[in-house]
């Protein structure tokens, strides 16, 4: 079965503790990004990859990292979480395209707070 | 970051009935793709429809359907005989690679 998987599901945690969330693919994608939800502001993009070691800013990357070493999977690193990345996590992968990207497949996501 | 906007934080409809969703997006490409993803309670995200931005032809996947306006940076959503299970977050979003989505907007179905 084609999907995206993320890990924790939930995650409460506490300012400062570093804290990484998984996130693996298995249909080949060459692009991966990650978004954080928030009320009344959508889906923003914290960071993307277009291939392996290949890793971009989105817009909201500061207090974000990331790494893709593997075409697989894309973790996303909190390495001094504070109380405003509280927020609900996805995950998602597609084809790469000329101009853009394919159908997203999102991950069930993840819910942090972070105390 | 490509600014994608939703003006109608919600929208209600009668079953059976139409409704539609609009987004306007600001950019400066030619070349890009258009998606409007759902999100029911289940926080799931959803693909509904997708636009290439060469393709003049309007995208329609079943009830629902776009009317895209390149020239005016519109892509609205129609969803036809509107069904319970439509009710659910509708986000409109930009993609040339960096993705940007809009607020969202609230579809509840009046039975």
């Known amino acids: 079965e084609a999907q995206v998987t993320q890990n924790p599901r939930y995650l409460i945690t506490v300012t400062g503790k570093k804290l990484t969330v998984t996130c693996s693919q298995n249909m080949n994608h060459e692009y991966m990004s990650w978004y954080r939800q928030d009320p009344g502001l959508g889906l923003r993009q914290i960071y993307y990859s277009m291939n392996v070691e290949v890793t971009d800013k989105g817009d909201v990357p500061e207090g974000y990292k990331v790494s893709r070493k593997e075409k697989r999977n894309f973790p996303l690193i909190l390495e001094s979480p504070s109380p405003n990345q509280t927020s609900l996590y996805f995950c998602?992968?597609?084809?790469?395209?000329?101009?853009?990207?394919?159908?997203?497949?999102f991950g069930p996501g993840t819910r942090l707070t972070v105390l | 970051a490509q600014t994608v906007t939703q003006s109608q934080p919600e929208m209600s409809v009668q079953e059976a009935e139409t409704v539609t969703l609009s987004c306007t997006y600001d950019?400066?490409?030619?070349?890009?793709?258009l998606f409007w993803y759902k999100q029911p309670p289940s926080r799931q995200m959803i693909l509904v429809i997708r636009q290439e931005a060469y393709k003049q032809q309007n995208a329609t996947e079943n009830r629902f359907s776009v009317n895209f306006q390149k020239a005016a940076k519109s892509f609205s959503l129609k969803i036809s005989d509107s069904q319970l299970g439509d009710a659910a977050m509708y986000f409109c979003a930009y993609d040339d690679y960096k993705l940007s989505f809009g607020a969202g907007t609230t579809v509840t179905v009046r039975a």
């Open positions: 950019t400066s490409e030619s070349d890009y793709y």
């Open positions: 998602a992968s597609s084809r790469r395209l000329a101009g853009g990207t394919d159908t997203q497949y």
